[in-house]
């Protein structure tokens, strides 16, 4: 039973917690949730439940409190909830590699179990620097990507995320210098396809890979675009020596309709990075995954080995439940289901198409967004906020976006609830 009322935790939350790009001390009060099941948040002061449009930030694909999960969770912790991973092993860890090599494009072989996403973006950056390192090319180290990405918040990763008007643009002076090219169209267009390889082309010499997030650019703007530009990356990285990440944190285990976003474009990348759905967002446990080129190109240098390795690294109790959610998810039509909550999303988006200050409405997999022509500040935020609430749905628009990325066991009639919410959280932006 909890200990604390609502207002007593408001209260040290204010005063001693950091939320995500938040101000200390708080300024907004955030909704204080007592528990979760299925796809629903139940609320602690009794407001009773708010479905979860943002499976968690995009993480808890089967919803809360599975059985399936939580009985792999309960029968790891029997025996072992964490242990070293230097010098130690342990099946959990193996088996979740072999499985992500089963799923992965074909090609990727070497798995690095990492501790959150943003981590297994540094791990995927410095294999790349080390490769070029090894082989005895140390003027390639720097990255090319997309303006309007995210990769997330320690430095490398902000180094590639959005430099201006990003989450990191106080940081843009100071942070490593990449090579930015604007962010693809949703079409293809040859002309932009032309810009782009002759951009990994003249950085060629000084690049050691581009990095993106294939097919939907996540928290930087919610942006679409053909999977033919992934190709075309493909083709200019090999005609060129520079190596391919593809970010597929946020894309990763079904979101965009396809179990990885590079199938959309059938194209291996050098490394790939997971994260977030891994787990069914039970745990902390993010991957990259690389080619044995790579890793074959690290072992011959100077320094054979991959310098990394964090204190919970392979964490077997997040291994064994990211082992559980996989299964789950491969052992179901997920297929169907993704196809279907697209499809009750278009169906229920389309009147916000017809609201004053509505750019765009667009629908990928089981991602629904409504773009604004204009960009939300603190207080309209919190509207939108408040006006998803009220529908009974958990949202969380921000800058000129309202979206939704909901569990894959939503049910037909939430999913136009969270329809309803998205469109009424638009109308108050
Ligand atoms: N890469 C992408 C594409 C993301 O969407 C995110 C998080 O939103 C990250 C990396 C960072 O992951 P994490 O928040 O687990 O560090």
Known sequence: MPELSVS??????????????????GRVDPLVVDSA?????????????LVDGMSSWWSAIHGYNHPVLNEAAREQLGRMS???????????????????VDISPDGLEHVFLADSGS???????KMCLQYWRSLGRPAKQRLLTWRGGYHGDTWQPMSVCDPEGGMHELWSGVLPRQVFVDPPPAEYEESYAERLRSAIERHADELAAVIVEPVVQGAGGMRFHSPAYLRVLREACDAHGVLLVFDEIATGFGRTGTLFAAEHAAVTPDVMCVGKALTGGYMTMAAALC????????????????AHGPTFMGNPLAAAVACASVELLLGQDWRAE????????????????GLPGVKDVRVLGAIGVVQLDHALDEAAMRAATEAAVREGVWLRPFRDLV???????????????????????????
């Open 8 to 25: 007593e935790v408001l209260e040290l939350d204010r005063r001693h917690v950091w939320h995500p790009y938040g101000p200390m001390p």
């Open 37 to 49: 099941s299925g796809v629903r948040l139940r609320l602690a002061d009794g407001s009773g439940e």
């Open 82 to 100: 964490h242990v070293m991973f230097g010098g130690l092993t342990h099946e959990p860890a193996v088996r979740l590699a072999k499985l992500l």
């Open 119 to 125: 981590v297994s973006v540094e791990v995927a950056v």
């Open 291 to 306: 080619t044995s080129r790579v890793a074959d190109g690290i072992s011959r240098g100077e320094v054979p080995v991959l």
């Open 338 to 353: 993704v196809e279907r909550i697209g499809t009750g999303l278009r169906e229920g988006l389309a009147p916000a198409a």
């Open 403 to 429: 979206y939704t990325m909901p569990p894959y066991v939503t049910g037909d009639a939430d999913v136009a609830r969270i329809a309803r919410a998205v469109c009424a959280a638009a109308r108050e932006g």
